[in-house]
């Protein structure tokens, strides 16, 4: 889990998303009552080829 200050965080509220918010905002919610499951994870899959796809 990133919980850099400067990393961003989407969550949902009432099927709608919101953010980003950074990691210190996203705490204050979840304190506040905010369910853990309304959390929406991102991921940015990058691959480079590989020796073998270079022909």
């Given at each position: 889990?990133?919980?850099?200050?400067?990393?961003?965080?989407?969550?949902?509220?009432?099927?709608?998303?919101?953010?980003?918010?950074?990691?210190?905002?996203?705490?204050?919610?979840?304190?506040?009552?905010?369910?853990?499951?309304?959390?929406?994870w991102?991921?940015?899959?990058?691959?480079?080829?590989?020796?073998?796809?270079?022909?």
């Open positions: 889990m990133n919980t850099s200050p400067t990393s961003s965080w989407f969550y949902a509220e009432n099927q709608e998303r919101k953010g980003p918010v950074a990691f210190t905002t996203l705490q204050s919610l979840l304190s506040q009552g905010l369910p853990a499951s309304s959390l929406v991102t991921c940015l899959l990058y691959t480079s080829p590989s020796p073998r796809d270079r022909g």
